[in-house]
């Protein structure tokens, strides 16, 4: 069974940084997608980024990029998103999972005050 945990959100002041990480178990293949996502109150969920296993392929949404980085070790059991330069508005809860998404885990809480 596959599982993926979040882990690292908090408090911070805008213009600060928290690394999430992701924490995964299980097998999902040779060749798949880890995303992370984020939902605000009130709002929809959102693709922040995404990383290929098969050669590292990166994406980031418009609202993210230059600011968060995602990275997986090199045993792909943990996917990081480096998140700087944080702002009120990336408060949210984030998650990751596989895509296609499977269940949704707990997430993880960031709250970026101003």
């Known amino acids: 069974e596959v599982q993926l945990v979040e882990s690292g959100g908090g408090l911070v002041q805008a213009g600060g940084s928290l690394n999430l990480s992701c924490s995964i178990s299980?097998?999902?293949?040779?060749?798949?997608?880890i995303g992370w996502f984020r939902q605000a109150p009130g709002k929809e969920l959102e693709g922040v980024s995404c990383?290929?296993?098969?050669?590292?392929?990166?994406y980031y949404a418009d609202s993210v990029k230059g600011r968060f980085t995602i990275s997986r070790d090199n045993a792909k059991v943990r996917v990081y998103l480096q998140m700087n330069s944080l702002k009120p508005e990336d408060t949210a809860v984030y998650y990751c999972?596989?895509?296609?998404?499977?269940?949704w885990g707990q997430g993880t809480q960031v709250t970026v005050s101003s």
């Open positions: 990383i290929r296993s098969r050669g590292g392929t990166t």
């Open positions: 299980g097998y999902l293949g040779d060749d798949y997608a």
């Open positions: 999972n596989k895509l296609p998404p499977l269940a």
